[in-house]
């Protein structure tokens, strides 16, 4: 009613006419107040940098209020929506994973600004689409609570502007005296990083950059330098290879880049109906790699032998090609009469590649390689691979000035020479006494914390980069994620120290307008073509030139000389010999500090959280030592360390194989006093490292350490419902050779055990989601298995858990020996053979269309979809366990304890910074409940959704499992087998009737998972045990 | 016992035999005395017979309650597994009888044996509250009581004590409600 | 003329008369607690507490304490279930299958042996409790309407079969057990000075006064519970069986299970007995009720049900090698001469041969004898149920994840917190409870005592013998 003299106030500022009041008093909400933001955001630009920036803050902000003695549980809201990021969906950034020499060309998901998920980026020219376990481990890192808040002078915090201030002043001070500074570094890819390098040094030009490689292949680039004039390491096309010979080069595992030659090898590998031949594989090592895992022929050998074994092998190629004959005592390694005829015969096709750091070595190697032809055909001398530039020589004279006070000033960027470096003592003393010290870590590590400063650099997620693989393939590394800490990038400091502007991403832009934009062509503007580089995260002009594969080179070498240096070096010794090996999973021990990685079974000794030594059963008795029972390695000269044995089937007699990248003492909580550290262990050789030493003394130390394997049993018992191979002369014969029917007899005869069935059955009316695991093309890598740790949010429950047999991963790697015995002798079929073939069989939840976990489950909490799939509900379950136990596969894994939050689960779940990981669409799983894989629904529900918003189906191969898209050679399939079109359907089509067979069919369990065989490309007969065509 | 409750003239004849009670009751009932119960701290067989109580109905009862259990656990199962909310489990049908025989085998014995007890408590008016009617304590223990309702027999009391003691019994009392 | 008696040897020796029975079995209730049994009940109640103690630690921290792993997830908490509900079908079968049968010698036992199932399915229970991951939802598993709209349980699973199986069978024991009770109660209520105990046990008593109708309803209410009982007990183990029989995992998966558990639950279920009766005997001084006549009866139980899971174990091992399945022949072959072979020969000893030594009669009738070889048949299958569950689970079908099972301290705590709890329940219901079945005693004194009670007067022995309602019940 209009009279109403009644008036009623919106609160006192009405009353008082407040200014403020009267300007938002007719705004329902007053505008959002943007200042503090702004603070944040510097310059309001448009471009991606500021986006990520707010996309940051939120979570930098959390992540900070996390490092505090009580953290802050407040999720702070975006002021005003970024454009084009929404809550729950994810976005992904082309970006670049560079660790030392290690590569990848990645896409990295992100959650409302927090990366969770490092995929591959199919654009890649060199690594394919492909991960690693590091790779995929790489995210964790990123969150890692041990890391540095911020610069530090000693143990003392300082501010940037601070330590800039010293910094600069003491490098003046130095150059003006014309003291050395010493810039030391792993490998460094990025040329833009070069460059900031040589800037550097043109403002302080009494500085030398060294590099050097903690797993060196110096001698490569040497070898190549004497035999063809170019100091570089080729590249390899493993695909154009029907013969492939690998001597000590774990080229699968950690061999230079194993995401390069997987994929080209495995498509060698790999079989079909339109490709029923594949390659043969001979490798000679002594210790057992993957690589050797996936060799058809293996043959052990000690180091001492190396250099004979390479010899051996161009004298018995040479013999048959006519080539000229060299000196070289002969030597007993088995296969290496067959390896020779079958290179000879492949000539043109044909590849060695040999591990050694020993340039005479490889001089042969070239020769032989030569000899064979491979030069512009299988080795492309034009496209040279940077992934070890390291100089051991450079590092050694380093090492020496410092010791003789020869240098003033020294930087060091992703090197840790302290820890990694054989002289790493010697470095240790006198770095103190350098006057300037520098070093770019993330964390106090050895070598850090011995210097004056540390500023820290971001992790690659929070910066800018780009990268040079190889010749002409280039590629840029762009932050995820604002900085978490007050880091700075070093090539920023470096530019802040060199007086120049400090803004890195400028840099790199203006570096690839010069130097890479001329290389491209069909943009119209520079922008364009710097858009569509960062979009694509790749921009590869050597394409072209690669795909040639380089030109015949003239081998030019000194065979002679090399022959008498590897006379004078490789004599057969009779004493215990060791053999330093890189681990699939820390690698060279710079990413030690990743639970992930730590946890992560090593493919073929199964062992985590440890390194061992690992020695022959027959060593072992003649050493009288067992597995677990700790022994002291001593190498003359060095210090003893001591290590659990392993008894490793396939380990040459007479030599004990230990792991580098353990041993950390600085690297973090998970990485601590994890191991010994087998570095010092490593010696020089005509200046080059090597990872060989004869005359090693083993002797019992007393005591046990136990090692924790995630598998304990090596054998297949015989088992052909479980595994199943065949020889490639067979196959080609019959493509279902090896084929196990199980059938059960009934009054109309013996009827195929899975055709039988009490119960009527369902229908999978829309999808069904299966999966195809090819064992021919599965190397063992273990990518999966950290690919799906990382998108399930998969627990890592710590070295006694592992040994409890309590490990969490829903996907493994089975690996099996072979064995001599009879199928029916079964104690002997628990003994693996003294060189036994492997197979790998990676297994999961096989989602059985009768599964034996639903039916047992009292409170439906496990239940199967009528998409095929067997599913878990988390929160129903009361953990009886009588699904686990009554599961043919063993898939299932319970939650013992609180993983999650408990306090001696240290693993960076447990801290909130940690928590950071979590991808939020899988739940994270309490204690008490079981859990296990789900062919991440969670991917199907979202695909499926996307499928549905743009009213369509899903696409044939749209959606995909977090192990099918890590997977670097494609040997997990995955799909919806009603689709017609999608790859699995088309690849069971023919398949089903081939190599086709389902894990324990004859128990009926109807899995949604089939295997392809495992072909073995051998004349021989196979180990007995797996190849008889037998009916049940 | 709603006819002797409270008020009332008894008389008890008190054995010390089993079989004499019942030779006895025999006895006392040709004489013509209508014995109200015999009370004897064990089961005596055929007393409830010479005494002529009717024979009881409790396995109809149990046979009834058992019935409904079969029919309980036939309709939760179907209802449950095949009409409210099917799942897929194990490849099996949703409702695949033979996986339900133990329910019903077991609700069946549940709902019998306790809808007897129940039953057998009430039909005796017995209950944790329940005030006994003891002619004599030594009935739970060593002796046997035979009750007479005075009310309920035209004979006199001196005859029946009489009859009683004729029969073996080692006392007779009076006992007045 | 004088017919010397036909009946067997005595159940009931001293010449005991009505009086004798009530004064012999009530003394202990309402006496003061003896020595013995205060000792006894001290130790007991001292174990409980530790067991609790380490009980709760377990529920706290997870069951990551035990020594179970991915590969076996079930050892000792599902072995001491099944051993505890297999101890527990001795009582029913005493007082369910005997009465069916008429054997008068149960009367003296049989109510000691109900307590015992009681108590031994309380035990097992609690073990159904503790082997959860997360207990508290324990409840889940019946068939409620819940939160989660109408989520049922999964009828289809062994162990909602289970839950239903091992409830009823403790409803109707307890049921049985305590309407056998009702008059020895009013007995007791009878005798009470103290208005206290007139109070409860006349409330326990339900106000019996032992009318001649309510002891004939009453003895049919009996015979039919008995006759309730006996496929209940039987289906109980078998049920428990089908947790193993209806899974795919070699070694459990064996049709011949039911049969075979029931046997073998009855074994150890005497065994059992046995051992708390020539205790209680001792304690009670109740030598004149259970007699070395009971301890041999039930020693040739014993033997027969020990010769049925002998029979049984080769039967297996028959079939596995039969059916040509290669991983149950595996299975077998490993559980005989695997890594867990002692625990199998264990079993072997104890439960096959160990009993034989009953054909013995002066084994049979020898109490020491009986008592050692009791205990040393519950090890044996205790053994066995091991054997059953560690030596199948830990080399299934793929040999990658075979693994080895070793308890830890909470493992054997929480094994030992049952036997407190047992005890403790079973000396309390021996401390306050009548021990012996009186009225059912009495029922029997004339027909099996050793000679003529003095005091029973009346009729001549002889007539009493040709009794018909006797000569029934002496075949």
């Known amino acids: 009613m209009e009279h109403t003299k009644k008036r009623y106030w919106r609160g006192l500022e009405e009353l008082r006419n407040d200014e403020d009041f009267v300007k938002n008093a007719y705004q329902e909400f007053p505008s959002a107040p943007t200042n503090d933001l702004e603070n944040i955001v510097d310059g309001t630009g448009t471009h991606r940098r500021d986006f990520l920036k707010v996309l940051g803050f939120g979570m930098a902000a959390v992540s900070l209020a996390a490092c505090r003695e009580a953290p802050v549980r407040k999720a702070i809201p975006y002021l005003n929506k970024p454009e084009h990021t929404f809550p729950s969906i994810s976005d992904y950034y082309a970006s670049t994973y560079v660790d030392g020499g290690d590569y990848a ?31 995929q481990a790489s995210v964790l890192s990123l969150y890692d609570i041990d890391k540095l808040k911020g610069p530090k002078r000693g143990d003392a915090d300082i501010d940037w502007a601070t330590a800039d201030r010293e910094i600069v002043n003491q490098l ?3 150059a003006s005296r014309g003291g050395a500074i010493r810039i030391v570094t792993s490998t460094i890819l990025s040329p833009s990083t070069k460059a900031v390098v040589a800037d550097f040094i043109r403002r302080y030009p009494t500085t030398t ?36 010979v690998g001597i000590n080069a774990d080229f699968l595992g950690t061999w230079l880049n194993p995401l390069e030659f997987a994929r080209p090898y495995a498509e060698t590998r790999k079989l079909g109906k339109t490709k029923r031949d594949m390659s043969r594989h001979y490798q000679f090592e002594p210790a057992f790699t993957t690589t050797g895992a996936n060799a058809d022929y293996r043959g052990p050998y000690k180091p001492s032998q190396e250099g004979l074994v390479v010899a051996a092998l161009y004298n018995k190629v040479a013999a048959k090609l006519g080539g000229s004959p060299i000196s070289a005592t002969a030597v007993d390694v088995p296969h290496l009469d067959k390896a020779a005829t079958d290179l000879a015969a492949s000539r043109g096709r044909a590849l060695v590649v040999c591990g050694s750091n020993d340039p005479n070595v490889q001089v042969v190697v070239n020769a032989l390689n030569g000899l064979l032809g491979s030069y512009g055909t299988t080795i492309d001398l034009n496209t040279p691979l940077n992934y070890r530039q390291g100089n051991d020589v450079e590092m050694n004279t380093f090492i020496n000035d410092a010791k003789a006070g020869r240098i003033q000033g020294v930087l060091f960027y992703n090197a840790n020479p302290v820890y990694d470096h054989p002289r790493g003592a010697e470095l240790a003393e006198v770095l103190p006494r350098i006057a300037l010290s520098v070093s770019f870590a993330d964390r106090p590590d050895e070598t850090a914390s011995l210097v004056k400063y540390i500023t820290p650099a971001p992790h690659y997620l929070e910066s800018w980069n780009d990268a040079e693989p190889k010749a002409g393939f280039f590629s840029l590394t762009q932050p995820a994620i604002t900085y978490i800490y007050k880091t700075r990038q070093m090539q920023s400091s470096l530019l802040t120290w060199a007086g120049l502007p400090n803004d890195f991403q400028d840099y790199v832009r203006n570096y690839w307008r010069a130097n890479l934009y001329p290389r491209a062509t069909g943009y119209s503007s520079f922008d364009d073509f710097w858009v569509k580089s960062l979009h694509d995260g790749v921009f590869e002009p050597g394409r ?12 030019a070498g000194n065979l002679a000389t090399a022959a008498t240096a590897i006379a004078q070096r490789y004599r057969a010794g009779t004493g215990m010999e060791l053999a330093l090996y890189e681990k699939v999973s820390v690698g060279t021990g710079a990413q030690a500090n990743n639970p992930w990685l730590q946890e992560m079974p090593d493919p073929v000794t199964k062992a985590c959280w440890d390194n061992y030594a690992a020695i022959s059963q027959k060593t072992a008795n003649d050493l009288g030592v067992e597995q677990n029972q700790l022994v002291s390695v001593q190498v003359e000269g060095r210090p003893a360390i001591e290590l659990p044995v392993l008894i490793q089937p396939g380990q040459t007699d007479g030599t004990v194989a230990v792991a580098i990248g353990y041993g950390r003492q600085k690297a973090g909580r998970s990485a601590n006093g994890v191991g010994q550290n087998a570095y010092p262990l490593a010696s020089f050789v005509n200046g080059c490292l090597s990872f060989a030493a004869a005359n090693v003394k083993i002797e019992k130390a007393g005591g046990r350490r136990e090692i924790a394997q995630t598998q304990t049993h090596d054998t297949v018992m015989g088992r052909l419902a479980v595994l199943q191979e065949a020889r490639l002369a067979d196959y080609k014969k019959n493509p279902a050779a090896g084929a196990y029917i199980p059938k059960v007899v009934t009054s109309e005869g013996p009827v195929v055990a899975d055709e039988l069935s009490l119960w009527h059955g369902y229908g999978k009316p829309n999808h069904s989601w299966g999966m195809i695991i090819d064992l021919n093309s599965c190397i063992g890598c273990n990518a999966c298995v950290i690919g799906c740790q990382s998108e399930n949010n998969i627990a890592v429950v710590g070295r006694q858990e592992v040994i409890n047999r309590r490990e969490m991963h ?38 059985c269309s009768n599964a034996p976990c639903e039916t ?92 549905k918003k743009e009213r369509r189906r899903p696409l044939p191969d749209e959606i995909q499992t977090a192990c099918a898209q890590a997977c670097p050679t494609n040997a997990i399939i995955f799909g919806d087998m009603n689709n017609p079109e999608s790859t699995i359907s088309q690849v069971l089509a023919y398949e089903a009737n081939e190599r086709a067979f389902h894990v324990l069919k004859e128990i009926n369990t109807r899995p949604q998972i089939s295997y392809l065989r495992k072909i073995r490309n051998k004349d021989e007969e196979l180990k007995k045990e797996l190849t008889q065509d037998s009916q049940a | 016992m709603a006819h002797a409750n409270g008020n009332g003239k008894f008389l008890v004849g008190i054995f010390d035999d089993d079989d004499v009670v019942l030779k006895a009751v025999v006895k006392v009932k040709e004489s013509g005395v209508r014995i109200h119960e015999v009370y004897t701290p064990f089961p005596i067989h055929g007393l409830d017979v010479v005494l002529g109580h009717p024979r009881t109905r409790l396995g109809i009862a149990a046979f009834l309650f058992g019935l409904t259990g079969t029919l309980c656990a036939l309709l939760l199962t179907a209802y449950m597994e095949r009409f409210d909310w099917p799942m897929i489990v194990g490849g099996k049908d949703p409702y695949s009888f033979p996986v339900y025989i133990p329910i019903i085998f077991e609700l069946t014995v549940l709902l019998c044996a306790l809808g007897m007890v129940g039953t057998f408590i009430i039909s005796n008016g017995l209950g944790p509250t329940v005030k006994p009617l003891m002619f004599d304590l030594r009935t739970t223990d060593n002796k046997f009581a035979m009750a007479i309702d005075l009310s309920k027999n035209k004979l006199a009391e001196g005859d029946i004590e009489n009859i009683l003691r004729q029969s073996g019994a080692a006392e007779v009392n009076v006992k007045q409600f | 003329m004088h017919i010397s008696s036909p009946v067997r040897t005595p159940l009931v020796t001293g010449g005991k008369t009505y009086a004798d029975v009530t004064e012999d079995v009530s003394r202990q209730v309402e006496g003061r607690p003896t020595r013995e049994w205060t000792i006894a009940f001290t130790i007991s ?166 009318s001649a109708k309510t002891w004939a309803r009453y003895e049919y209410m009996s015979l039919i519970l008995a006759g309730l009982s006996t496929p209940l007990v039987l289906s109980v183990h078998t049920i428990v069986s089908m947790d193993f029989a209806t899974s795919v995992i070699p070694g459990w998966h064996t049709t011949i299970f039911p049969p075979y558990f029931v046997a073998g639950a009855i074994f150890s279920g005497f065994a059992m007995v046995q051992n708390l009766m020539l205790i209680i005997r001792v304690v009670f001084r109740l030598e004149d009720y259970i007699t070395v006549e009971h301890i041999e009866s039930m020693n040739k139980v014993i033997t027969l049900t020990g010769s049925i899971v002998g029979v049984a174990y080769l039967t297996e091992f028959f079939i596995a090698w039969y059916s040509g399945v290669e991983f149950e022949s595996y299975a077998f072959i490993n559980r005989a001469f695997g890594p867990y072979w002692w625990a199998y020969w264990a079993m072997m000893t104890c439960n096959v041969i160990s009993p034989q030594l009953f054909w013995v009669r002066s084994i049979r009738r020898s109490v020491v004898w009986t008592f050692v070889l009791s205990v040393v048949v519950n090890i044996g299958m205790w053994f066995e149920r091991f054997v059953i569950i560690v030596t199948s689970l830990h080399r299934d079908y793929l040999p990658s994840s075979w693994a080895m099972f070793s308890p830890t301290l909470f493992d054997i705590s929480d094994y030992i917190f049952s036997f407190g709890l047992f005890f403790t329940l079973f000396l309390l219901f021996s401390k306050f409870l009548p021990v012996v079945n009186m009225a059912e005693v009495k029922a029997i004194i004339k027909s099996s005592s050793e000679r003529l009670p003095k005091s029973v007067s009346g009729v001549a022995k002889g007539e009493r013998v040709t009794n018909p309602t006797f000569n029934k019940d002496v075949e």
């Open chain 3, 45 to 210: 109640v001292i174990v409980l507490l530790y067991g609790t103690a380490c009980l709760f630690y377990t529920w706290w921290e997870g069951l990551g304490v035990w020594g179970l792993n991915k590969t076996v997830g079930w050892a000792w908490d599902i072995t001491n279930f099944v051993w505890w509900v297999g101890i527990g079908h001795a009582g029913t079968l005493i007082s369910a299958i005997l009465l069916l049968f008429r054997q008068k010698w149960r009367t003296a036992v049989n109510r000691a042996a109900e307590a015992m199932t009681i108590f031994a399915v309380i035990c097992a229970a609690s073990f159904i409790l503790m082997h959860m991951g997360r207990p508290w939802l324990a409840y889940w598993a019946l068939p409620l309407p819940n939160t989660f709209g109408s989520l049922w349980v999964n009828f289809k699973s062994p162990l909602v079969w289970d839950v239903f199986a091992i409830s009823t069978y403790f409803t109707v024991s307890l049921v049985f057990w305590y309407m056998g009770l009702v008059p020895d109660l009013a007995t007791i209520r009878d005798r009470a000075r103290s208005r206290v105990s007139r109070y409860i046990y006349g409330a326990l008593s339900l106000g019996w006064n032992g």
């Open chain 1, 856 to 947: 047992v489950c009292p409170v439906l909490a496990t239940t199967h979809s009528s998409e095929g799939l067997n599913q878990m509900t988390y929160n129903r379950c009361v953990g009886t366990r009588y699904c686990a136990n009554n599961c043919p596969y063993k898939v299932r894994r319970f939650n013992w304890f609180k993983y999650f939050d408990e306090s001696e689960f240290d693993y960076h779940f447990n801290n909130d910074l940690g928590k950071m990981v979590i991808n939020p669409d899988v739940t994270v799983r309490s204690r008490g409940v079981i859990e296990k894989c789900s062919f991440c629904v969670q991917r199907i529900q979202e695909g499926k959704l996307t499928a």
């Open chain 1, 544 to 555: 072209a030139a690669a795909a040639v594969g380089g030109s015949g080179a003239a081998f």
């Open chain 1, 172 to 174: 003046g001070s130095i």
């Open chain 1, 209 to 244: 950059h060294v590099m050097y490689d903690a797993n060196s292949a110096f001698g490569m680039v040497q070898a190549n330098q004497t035999s063809f004039g170019r100091a570089v390491i080729p590249s390899y096309n493993f695909s154009r290879a029907n013969t492939i």
């Open chain 1, 810 to 847: 829903w996907l493994r790697i089975d690996r099996y020996y072979s064995s001599d015995a009879d199928a029916d002798d079964l104690k002997g079929l628990e003994v693996a053979s003294a060189n036994p073939e492997v197979t790998f069989q990676p297994m999961l939840c096989q989602h």
């Open chain 1, 105 to 135: 060309s990645v896409l990295v998901e992100t959650r409302e600004g927090r990366p969770i998920k490092i995929e591959g980026n199919p654009q890649s020219g060199v690594t394919y689409g492909g991960t690693t376990a590091r790779v």
